[in-house]
């Protein structure tokens, strides 16, 4: 089965300040991984999404990058966190792999709640 | 672009009574339309899906209709338990894949006993 483990679960940062948010899974080997979040009173944007290691594509342009250092390690970062960063992230995987992965088999991570003050 | 609309939240009902969460969508071509859930301490897991008008998708007593007519997949469910309490996604799939999942803002529901 599908292990998404993500922390922290709450984080609370001075703008400016930078970030990083760890993502790993467990249960499936070369998954599609994938960054959501949702600002308040909006819906989940995805931000991010990886078929491999080292292979990243952004959804939108923004203050945050990605990498995929390992097959299971999903990361998201900021050098510099401005006001608009505040919001609920979600880590994701499919079960599929690479291109095939069909979208009913997407798993969240539990999320992590991040405020900049 | 591709959007999703639900009801505003939160939405608060006795156990047994009957429950609508709205939702509609804009979207070019024919998306597939989904009903995620999210239970305390959890993370979002798919309730059920429908993949072409007309289609209804069903799981734990829920049920939802793809209505292209109206652009609508309104969640329903004909008697709610404390346990159904949760946060409720509607979203939708363009034709490229799962990475292209766009949700709506979530609806809160607490079912009181």
């Known amino acids: 089965s599908q292990t998404i483990h993500q922390w922290p679960a709450t984080l609370v940062q001075p703008v400016g300040s930078p970030l990083s948010l760890e993502c790993t899974v467990e249960g499936t080997s070369n998954p599609n991984l994938y960054w959501y979040r949702q600002a308040a009173g909006r819906g989940l944007q995805l931000l991010f999404y990886s078929v491999g290691i080292g292979q990243i594509s952004s959804e939108v342009p923004q203050n945050l990058s990605a990498s995929r250092p390992q097959d299971r390690q999903f990361i998201l970062s900021s050098k510099k966190l401005l006001l608009s960063d505040s919001g609920f992230y979600l880590c994701?995987?499919?079960?599929?792999?690479?291109?095939?992965?069909?979208?009913?088999?997407?798993?969240f991570g539990s999320g992590t709640q991040l405020s900049v003050l | 672009g591709d959007s999703v609309t639900q009801m505003e939240g939160p939405v608060t009902l006795s156990e047994e009574a009957f429950l609508t969460i709205n939702c509609t969508y804009t979207a070019t071509g024919y998306p597939s339309l989904f009903w995620y859930v999210q239970y305390p301490g959890e993370g979002l897991q798919l309730l059920l899906k429908a993949t072409k008008a007309d289609d209804k998708g069903s799981n734990k007593g829920f049920e939802a209709t793809y209505r292209k007519e109206t652009t609508s997949f309104h969640l329903e469910k004909g008697s709610v338990q404390v346990s159904d309490s949760a946060v409720y996604f509607c979203?939708?799939?363009?034709?490229?894949?799962?990475?292209?999942?766009?949700f709506g803002q979530g609806t809160r529901l607490t079912i009181n006993p």
């Open positions: 994701a995987q499919t079960s599929g792999t690479g291109a095939g992965a069909t979208n009913e088999k997407l798993f």
């Open positions: 979203a939708l799939t363009s034709d490229q894949g799962a990475q292209k999942l766009v």
